[in-house]
């Protein structure tokens, strides 16, 4: 991977409300930021922002590498088994069926891997779509609050999922308000004093 | 294009699955049982309105799956997931059209065999709604991914997208009708043109509904 990802000056406007302006940063691979703040600051706008969902009227964003996305919702289809709705994003993902159980492992899902979608809790969910980031093998990993709703153990998966992703050369973006170790994180607060 | 097939997979998957094909389907019966409990079984009547009936049933039976063809995507994030893997809105609205046309228009002519009996319509007027309906469904399934798209989120959805859709569907329900009719011998070319008018806008407002919601 070579992945990069620099924000230059970046301001972000919602509505007639400025939630941020003048950021800058630069994630060279292996790289990583936790973004902190209040709530209501613009963590998530900043997120969608560079994911691309959320036009950029302020300052510039160069991107190298594939995204993967993490935000409020699981975005797993509710009926299906938690296997196959995973599948469908790691199909279109390009990879193969090997990445879904190795995800599942990763975030320790094995065993409601037949579950449908909609029977777990807030944690399992939160879990499954980590596991989809897993599994999609995307360079730069977007996630918002990743750590809401997981218990000690899902949490120490989650800070070595994102170091081993570190180790191969990805980059992450973190937004939280939960103690969540990244070890040399770029801090980014906004929000404080704007 | 792999992404395409996918998308459109996976909604005929869901609609079949959830069963949301057989609503329109019931509801279209459902019109023709009806129609001669009130108007009476005379059959020159019937043969006279029958047609119009069945067109109008087919509009609004398009009406009915409209709040599940894109809130409930946008709701889950299924929609920022396709944009995030650089998936264009347009690529997702060609999809959906597609799979919500298959789970709509052919039922509906299938609906229509049936229904023509009830309303006592000749061989030649069911052989020319069946071919209005294949032509129609594609402008009516088109429709309603762009109205299902322009209300998703909003507060009264469900009437505020009737209001949007009927007059937007009017010139299938005037050209279908009127193809019915021997003397009106333009009206089959205006069907095929309202329809295809439609289906070619549909994608590109149904993509610029998406990205507007993120906002």
Same mark, same amino acid.
């Not at chain 1, 706008?45 to 996305?69: K, M, N, Q, Y």
């Not at chain 2, 005379?42 to 009936?53: E, W």
């Given at each position: 991977?070579s ?5 230059t ?6 509505g ?7 950021l800058?940063?630069?994630?060279e691979?292996g ?5 902190t703040?209040?709530?209501?600051a613009g963590?998530t706008?900043l997120l /969608?922002? %560079? #994911? &691309?969902?959320l ?9 190298e +590498?594939?995204?993967?996305? !993490? ?14 709705a995973?599948?469908?994003?790691v199909?279109l993902?390009?990879?193969?069926a ?6 599942l ?15 777990l809790?807030?944690?399992q969910?939160?879990?499954a779509a980590?596991a /989809?980031? %897993? #599994? &999609?093998?995307?360079?730069i990993w977007l996630l918002d609050?990743?750590?809401? +709703?997981?218990d000690?153990? !899902? ?5 070595t ?8 050369g ?5 937004a939280t308000?939960q103690p969540?170790?990244?070890?040399d994180?770029?801090p980014?607060e ?5 | 294009?792999?992404?395409?097939f996918?998308?459109a997979?996976?909604d005929l998957?869901q609609?079949f699955?959830g069963?949301?094909w057989?609503l329109p ?16 079984s ?6 006279r309105?029958g047609?119009?009936v ?9 009406l ?11 709701d889950?994030g ?10 264009s809105?347009?690529?997702?609205a060609i ?22 009996v009830l309303l ?10 069946e ?5 129609g469904?594609?402008?009516l399934?088109?429709?309603a991914?762009?109205?299902s798209?322009l ?14 859709m ?5 010139p ?8 019915l ?8 070319a205006?069907?095929?043109a ?16 998406i990205r507007?919601?993120?906002e």
């Amino acid at each position: 991977m070579s992945a990069a990802l620099t924000l230059t000056a970046l301001g972000c406007v919602r509505g007639d409300r400025t939630l941020f302006t003048g950021l800058d940063l630069a994630l060279e691979a292996g790289g990583a930021a936790l973004v902190t703040g209040p709530n209501g600051a613009g963590k998530t706008s900043l997120l /969608r922002l %560079i #994911a &691309g969902l959320l036009p950029v009227h302020a300052g510039s964003i160069t991107i190298e +590498g594939t995204i993967a996305f !993490a935000g409020e919702h699981a975005a797993l289809d509710r009926e299906l088994p938690l296997e196959r709705a995973l599948a469908y994003w790691v199909r279109l993902d390009g990879r193969d069926a090997g990445a879904i159980s190795t995800a599942l492992g990763r975030m320790a899902l094995t065993d409601l891997a037949d579950v449908p979608v909609r029977m777990l809790s807030t944690g399992q969910s939160k879990r499954a779509a980590l596991a /989809r980031v %897993i #599994a &999609g093998g995307a360079d730069i990993w977007l996630l918002d609050e990743p750590g809401n +709703g997981l218990d000690i153990d !899902a949490r120490t998966r989650l800070e070595t999922a994102i170091a081993e992703h570190r180790a191969d050369g990805g980059i992450v973006i973190a937004a939280t308000h939960q103690p969540l170790a990244i070890p040399d994180a770029a801090p980014i607060e906004i929000g404080n004093g704007a | 294009m792999s992404a395409l097939f996918a998308i459109a997979r996976r909604d005929l998957a869901q609609n079949f699955a959830g069963s949301g094909w057989l609503l329109p389907l019931i509801f279209f019966l459902l019109v023709a049982t009806l129609f001669p409990f009130a108007i009476g079984s005379d059959p020159t009547i019937l043969g006279r309105v029958g047609g119009g009936v069945l067109w109008t049933a087919a509009l609004l039976a398009a009406l009915l799956p409209i709040d599940r063809l894109i809130a409930p995507d946008r709701d889950a994030g299924i929609l920022d997931q396709y944009a995030v893997r650089g998936i264009s809105e347009e690529v997702v609205a060609i999809g959906k059209i597609a799979a919500h046309w298959i789970g709509f228009g052919p039922p509906l002519m299938l609906a229509a065999l049936p229904a023509s009996v009830l309303l006592g319509m000749d061989a030649a007027s069911l052989w020319q709604l069946e071919l209005g309906l294949a032509l129609g469904s594609l402008g009516l399934a088109a429709l309603a991914v762009t109205v299902s798209a322009l209300v998703a989120g909003l507060p009264g959805a469900g009437a505020l997208a009737g209001l949007l859709m009927l007059p937007l569907a009017v010139p299938i329900l005037i050209f279908g009708a009127g193809a019915l009719d021997e003397f009106q011998q333009g009206a089959f070319a205006l069907l095929g043109a309202s329809a295809l008018l439609l289906l070619a806008i549909a994608p590109f407002a149904t993509g610029a509904a998406i990205r507007a919601m993120r906002e």
